[in-house]
C-alpha cells in the first residue's frame, strides 16, 4: 500500500478512504461554525431533509437513497415530524406505504444548509483554485452517482421479495377459506358431493302446516 508522508510523524495511508473521511469531518467542522437557525437539527438530519424531493417519497425509497434500514430512517422521520419539518401519509392505492413531504419550515431548514454548503464550496474553492476544485467536484459526482444505481437496484430487489411475501400469505388465506373435504378423496369428488347436496335439499318438498 503507497505511503504519502506529510510530516515525519505521518505514517496514516494515502488512498481515497483516508482522504474522504478528512474531508468529511473538515466539512462538519466548518459547517458546524455556521449559524444555526434550527438547533434542534443535527447533521444527519439536515442531511435526511435534503434527499426529500420536492413532492415527497416512500419511507422504503428514502431508507435506499440515504443507505439506511425502514427502521432507521423511520426514527429519524418520526423525529422530523414531531418538530414540524416534515409530513408523512398513507398512500391512497396501499395503506401500507408510508409517504414523506418536506413542510415549509423543512424547506426552509434545507434551502438554509444548500446555502451554508455553498459558502464552505466557495471557501475551498478560492483555496485550491476554481479549476481545481470543480474537476474535483465532477470526478466526485461520476464515481457517486454509481451509489445511487445500487440503492435502485437494492430497492427493486426489496419490492420484490415484499412481492413474493405477499403473493405466498394471499394464497395460505385463500386455502384456509376454502371448504375442507373427506381425507383421501379427490377434489372433484367432493365438489360433487357439494353440489348433490344442495340438489336434493332444493328439490325436498316443504310440509304444509
Known amino acids: 500500500m503507497a505511503l504519502r508522508k506529510l510530516s515525519a510523524d505521518d505514517v496514516l495511508p494515502d488512498h481515497v478512504a483516508r482522504w474522504l473521511e478528512a474531508v468529511d469531518r473538515r466539512l462538519s467542522i466548518e459547517l458546524g461554525r455556521e449559524p444555526r437557525a434550527f438547533p434542534e437539527l443535527r ?5 435526511v431533509l435534503q434527499i426529500i424531493p420536492p413532492d ?3 419511507i422504503t425509497d428514502l431508507a435506499g437513497l440515504a443507505g439506511m434500514t425502514k427502521q432507521s430512517i423511520g426514527e429519524f422521520v418520526n423525529y422530523l415530524e414531531d418538530f414540524g419539518f416534515v409530513g408523512t401519509e398513507r398512500s391512497a392505492s396501499d395503506r401500507r406505504v408510508r409517504l414523506v413531504r418536506r413542510t415549509a419550515q ?4 434545507s434551502e438554509l444548509t444548500s446555502q451554508a454548503i455553498g459558502r464552505v464550496e466557495r471557501r475551498w ?3 485550491v ?3 481545481r476544485f470543480n474537476v474535483m467536484k465532477q470526478v466526485l459526482r461520476d464515481l457517486g452517482a454509481q451509489s445511487l444505481r445500487y440503492a435502485q437496484d437494492a430497492d427493486g430487489q426489496a419490492d420484490q421479495v415484499r412481492d413474493a411475501r405477499r403473493e405466498r400469505a394471499e394464497n395460505q388465506l385463500a386455502q384456509r377459506a ?12 367432493a365438489a360433487a358431493a357439494d353440489r348433490g347436496q344442495r340438489g336434493q335439499a332444493e328439490r325436498r318438498p316443504h310440509h304444509v302446516k
Do not use: T
Open 106 to 109: 423543512g424547506d426552509r431548514a
Open 43 to 47: 447533521g444527519s438530519h439536515l442531511r
Open 56 to 58: 415527497g417519497l416512500r
Open 178 to 189: 376454502a371448504p375442507e373435504r373427506p381425507v383421501g378423496q379427490p377434489r372433484y369428488h
Open 125 to 127: 474553492s478560492e483555496e
Open 129 to 131: 483554485g476554481n479549476e
